[in-house]
C-alpha cells in the first residue's frame, strides 16, 4: 500500500499556447504526473473544462489543491474505482462541471500514473490490472492526420481531419511509413498550392488547403499513397466533426446547404472511390438515426465522438440503435480513468471498436500511447509527425510495443 501524500496542480500551456492543468500526486516517494489536453470541436455532453473568464484554469487548479486534495489524500493511490468514486462524488454533477473535467481527469490519470511507478510498471502494464477489456488488435492502427480542416484549421475544407493509416501490425513500419507518406503528400501539396501553403501546420499538424472541396483531401492522400507505392497498404480515415458545420437543419460547406440524406450519399461515393477505414462523427452529434442508416450501407466502421463522448450512457444508446461500429476514446471527455475504463470495458463487451485519441489542443504527455497499448485498442489518433506533442506519443507506442515483444 502507498499512501497519497500530496497533490499538487499548477498551470502549463498546451500545444495552441493556451494554459492547461498539471497535476502531480505524490505517493510516498513515487509521483506520477498528467498534463491535461484540450480540445476544440467538443461534444456538448462532454465533462466540463472549468475556465476563468480570462480562458486561465486557476479554479480547476485551485479546486485540486484544496477540494479534491482534502477529499483524497491518505486513500491507498491502487484504489484507483475508489478514488475516482471519491472524487465523482465530491463533484456531483453530471458533467464535472463543479469541480472541472480538467481537474479531474488531471487528478485521475496522475494517480494511476503515481501507482504504476510505484509498483515498478509501465503505465501500459499498470492499466492492465485495473480492467478486462477484450483486445481488437495486438497493437493499434496508427491514425495519422495529414490534412486538416473544420475548426482545426483556416480552410474552406469542411471535414476536419484526413487521416492516411498504414496497413501493418508493426508500429516501427507504420512510422516509416509515415514518413515516406509525409514526404511525398508535401510534394502533392507544394506542387498544388506553393511551398507557403506546404509549411502551413494546422492544430494536428495536417497540411492546410487553400481551395478545394470535400473530396480534395481525398484525392490527395490517394495520390500520396500511389507515390509512395502503398498501393493497398494504407487506409484513409475521417473525422468530419459534422456538428462543426451543422446549422439550421442542414450542413453549410462552402456555402451550400447539404441534408443528412445528401451526405450520406457522398459518403457512399467516397467510400466506392477510395480506400476507407472508418469515416467519425459523419452527422450532427444527436443524430444518432443517420449514423445508423449510414452505417447500415456499409461495412467502413462509422465512428462516434462527439456521438459518445467516451460515455457509456451515450455509448450505450448508439449500440442500442446500431449507431457505430467504433468510437473514441477520449479520457477527458468524461473526466476520470475508471469511467474511460468502463466505456471500453463495455464497447469490447458490445465488439465495438476503440480508437484511442489526442485532442488538438494537446500537451507532451504520452499517456494515451499505453491506454491504447494496454487494451489492444483498434487505432491510436495522434496528429501528423509534423508536430512534436504528437510524435512523442506514437513513439512512446513504438517503444512499449517492442518492449513487450
Ligand atoms: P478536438 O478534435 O480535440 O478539437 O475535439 C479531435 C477530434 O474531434 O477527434
Ligand atoms: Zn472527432
Redesign the pocket.
Known amino acids: 500500500m502507498h499512501k497519497i501524500t500530496d497533490i499538487i496542480a499548477r498551470e502549463t500551456s498546451d500545444s495552441r499556447g493556451r494554459p492547461t492543468v498539471s497535476v502531480t500526486v505524490h505517493a510516498d516517494e513515487h509521483e506520477g504526473t498528467f498534463d491535461v489536453p484540450s480540445?476544440?470541436?467538443?461534444g456538448s455532453l462532454e465533462a466540463c473544462e472549468l475556465r476563468d473568464s480570462d480562458g486561465r484554469v486557476s479554479r480547476a487548479i485551485d479546486n485540486v489543491n484544496t477540494l479534491i486534495k482534502r477529499e483524497i489524500a491518505g486513500m491507498d493511490v491502487h484504489d484507483q474505482s475508489q478514488i475516482d468514486a471519491k472524487i465523482i462524488a465530491l463533484d456531483g454533477t453530471v458533467n464535472k462541471s463543479k469541480l472541472g473535467g480538467n481537474a479531474t481527469i488531471g487528478v485521475s490519470i496522475a494517480v494511476a500514473k503515481a501507482a504504476a511507478k510505484a509498483e515498478g510498471m509501465e503505465p501500459f502494464e499498470y492499466l492492465r490490472q485495473l480492467a478486462d477489456i477484450k483486445p481488437s488488435r495486438k497493437t493499434p492502427y496508427l491514425y495519422l492526420n495529414y490534412i486538416n480542416g473544420g475548426?482545426?484549421a483556416k480552410s474552406p475544407i469542411a471535414f476536419?481531419?484526413h487521416m492516411l493509416v498504414p496497413d501493418t501490425n508493426s508500429v516501427t513500419e507504420a512510422l516509416e511509413m509515415a514518413e515516406v507518406l509525409e514526404k511525398a503528400l508535401y510534394e502533392i501539396v507544394a506542387k498544388k498550392y506553393g511551398a507557403e501553403t506546404a509549411a502551413e501546420v494546422g492544430?494536428?499538424g495536417g497540411y492546410v488547403l487553400p481551395e478545394g472541396t470535400y473530396e480534395t483531401p481525398f484525392e490527395l492522400s490517394a495520390q500520396a499513397i500511389h507515390d509512395s507505392g502503398y498501393d493497398g497498404k494504407c487506409f484513409i480515415a475521417a473525422?468530419v466533426?459534422a456538428s462543426s458545420f451543422f446549422s439550421e437543419g442542414a450542413y453549410v460547406m462552402q456555402g451550400e446547404r447539404y441534408s443528412a440524406d445528401d451526405l450520406r450519399e457522398i459518403y457512399l461515393s467516397l467510400i466506392k472511390k477510395f480506400s476507407i477505414l472508418s469515416i467519425?462523427?459523419p452527422f450532427f452529434e444527436e443524430s444518432f438515426e443517420d449514423f445508423a442508416k449510414l452505417q447500415k450501407q456499409t461495412d467502413v466502421r462509422i465512428v462516434g465522438?462527439?456521438l459518445t463522448v467516451t460515455n457509456k450512457a451515450m455509448l450505450t444508446r448508439a449500440i442500442g440503435t446500431c449507431s457505430v461500429r467504433a468510437i473514441?476514446i477520449?479520457p477527458n471527455q468524461i473526466g476520470t480513468l475508471s469511467e474511460t475504463l468502463d466505456t471500453m470495458h463495455e464497447a469490447r463487451s458490445r465488439d465495438v471498436d476503440c480508437i484511442v485519441?489526442?485532442?488538438?489542443?494537446e500537451t507532451n504527455d504520452d499517456f494515451i500511447a499505453d491506454l491504447a497499448f494496454a487494451f489492444g485498442c483498434f487505432g491510436l489518433?495522434t496528429g501528423s509527425l509534423r508536430k512534436p506533442e504528437r510524435v512523442i506519443k506514437y513513439k512512446r507506442l513504438e517503444k512499449i510495443s517492442s518492449l513487450a515483444e
Open positions: 480540445g476544440a470541436s467538443t475548426k482545426h476536419q481531419e492544430d494536428e473525422d466533426a467519425e462523427d465522438d462527439d473514441i477520449k485519441s489526442h485532442r488538438s489542443g489518433k
